[in-house]
């Protein structure tokens, strides 16, 4: 049974810096992309943050490149966003999950509130 965990999250005031991890159990980070969403009011549709691929390449949408990084330790299943200068819209519950996502994997996600 695979499961992710997300933590990290919490509330800064905006241009602080937060870092987000999330482990795996049942599943391996190698061999695959991993990607990090998000879900922000009012629409709550999930978009995709960033991923890295399986050769280690890494994308970011628009919006947060530049201040976004995302990493993996795929010996340890672990994979991190260090987020920069935050901005009240990343406001958003952030998950982990495969790139394309698996339905089943969606973990309860880690909280975010920027402060302006």
């Known amino acids: 049974q695979v499961q992710l965990v997300e933590s990290g999250g919490g509330l800064v005031q905006a241009g602080g810096s937060l870092r987000l991890s999330c482990t795996g159990s049942?599943?391996?980070?190698?061999?695959?992309?991993m990607a990090w969403y998000r879900r922000r009011a009012p629409d709550n549709q999930r978009e995709l943050v960033a991923?890295?691929?399986?050769?280690?390449?890494?994308t970011y949408a628009d919006s947060v490149k530049g201040r976004f990084t995302i990493s993996r330790d795929s010996a340890k299943t672990l994979l991190n966003l260090e987020m920069n200068n935050l901005k009240p819209d990343d406001t958003a519950v952030y998950y982990c999950?495969?790139?394309?996502?698996?339905?089943?994997?969606w973990g309860q996600g880690t909280q975010v509130t920027v402060s302006s």
């Open positions: 999950n495969r790139n394309p996502p698996v339905a089943h994997y």
């Open positions: 049942g599943i391996t980070f190698r061999y695959t992309a």
């Open positions: 991923t890295i691929h399986n050769g280690g390449a890494k």
